[in-house]
């Protein structure tokens, strides 16, 4: 059963849990601080398909299986998955996913997809319209260069606020269980636009949005930063997490001791080029799947906020210079 906290928070009553997880990653993030955590790496850019976005579309197709594996489920028991990507109308789900023959729903949040799908199959098992549901997410370097930026042939310079695409992918298995991490409460965030247009510059972009669905969260709920054990946006980067910790202490709220962010802590910055940290859909996904839900099943953590940020954009909006809207969804996830 699902009730209304507040004006924007969903409290999910029954235990909805999370009994499989699966995540797959590439060759720069196997060179990351979080290379021995991810359930696989693929070190091919092509992961040897004859595109990059094919290569995307196997990436999805292996997170799926190794959440399958993890949560002891075949394909026939998923009743729906909720499954999105960055590229154009989400082939890399549709695509990746249709060997599979399980019925789909695809998402478009960008780089909060994550975050939508895990709220999209959450109620439709509290709401009895599946009783095992899935969701899956990606992104690939490559591929999200070629459609929103430049080819990689054409060597462009980054400027040191640009993010580095993730190239990964991870997968969630959720039902009702009793043990296990569990989704509490889901906060569904509103758009934010502060006119930025510069696409180089996604986590100023994406702040404001993380900002005000945390803050809608708080107020919901009568919560505050302090019970939680982690407070982890994907993917803000460096500069977007300045921006938030910015925004949030005009309210009087600090999260700085209790936040990391999926794009800070998927690279070394210091050692690997990736400017201002992680981003792509694949990035919260893959963090999420490889290190933050095995620790909350070691005890590391009890209760935390995952709040993924989306830059609603288009080629086709950014072309005609258009600013970039943003969105960041909420999901309280707990083992208590």
Same mark, same amino acid.
């Given at each position: 059963m699902i009730k209304r906290t507040g004006k924007y928070t969903l409290t999910f009553q029954d235990e909805i849990n999370i009994t499989g997880y699966g995540s797959v990653a590439g060759k720069k993030e196997s060179e990351g601080p979080l290379r021995d955590n991810f359930d696989k790496l693929i070190y091919d850019a092509y992961a040897g398909q004859k595109s990059f976005e094919l290569a995307e579309c196997l990436f999805q197709q292996e997170a799926v299986i190794l959440a399958l594996n993890s949560a002891k489920k075949k394909a026939d028991d998923i009743d729906m998955i909720f499954a999105g990507d960055l590229l154009n109308q989400c082939i890399s789900s549709s695509y990746g996913l249709k060997e599979f023959d399980i @019925?789909?729903?695809?998402?478009?949040?960008?780089?909060?997809?994550?975050?939508?799908?895990?709220?999209?199959?959450?109620?439709?098992?509290?709401?009895?319209?599946?009783?095992?549901?899935?969701?899956?997410?990606?992104?690939?370097?490559?591929?999200a260069e070629r459609q929103y930026r430049f080819p990689l042939e054409y060597g462009g310079q980054r400027t040191p606020s640009a993010q580095w695409t993730v190239t990964g992918s991870g997968c969630c298995v959720l039902e009702k269980k009793s043990k296990g991490a569990k989704i509490r409460h889901a906060t569904i965030g509103?758009?934010?636009?502060?006119?930025?247009?510069?696409?180089?510059?996604?986590? %100023?972009?994406?702040? @404001?949005?993380? %900002?005000?669905?945390?803050?809608?969260?708080?107020?919901?709920?009568?919560?505050? @930063?302090?019970?939680?054990?982690?407070i982890l946006t994907g993917d803000l980067g460096f500069v977007g997490s300045k921006c938030l910790y910015d925004i949030l202490s005009a309210d009087g709220v600090d999260i700085v001791g209790r936040h990391n962010d999926c794009g800070l802590m998927i690279y070394n910055r210091d050692k690997q080029d990736v400017h201002s940290g992680g981003s792509g859909c694949g990035c919260s996904a893959s963090v999420l799947c490889s290190t933050i839900l095995p620790d909350m099943h070691k005890g590391k953590y009890k209760n935390i906020l995952f709040v993924a940020t989306g830059a609603l954009m288009s080629p086709t909006s950014s072309q005609q210079g258009n600013s970039i809207p943003a969105i960041a969804h909420l999901v309280n996830i707990s083992t208590q």
């Open positions: @019925p789909y729903l695809g998402q478009y949040g960008a780089c909060s997809t994550m975050a939508q799908g895990l709220i999209m199959a959450a109620m439709s098992v509290s709401g009895g319209a599946s009783n095992c549901s899935a969701c899956v997410t990606s992104s690939h370097f490559c591929s509103r758009i934010r636009d502060y006119n930025i247009s510069d696409l180089n510059n996604m986590g %100023a972009a994406m702040a @404001p949005a993380a %900002a005000q669905t945390i803050l809608d969260y708080l107020e919901d709920t009568g919560s505050s @930063p302090e019970d939680y054990d982690l």
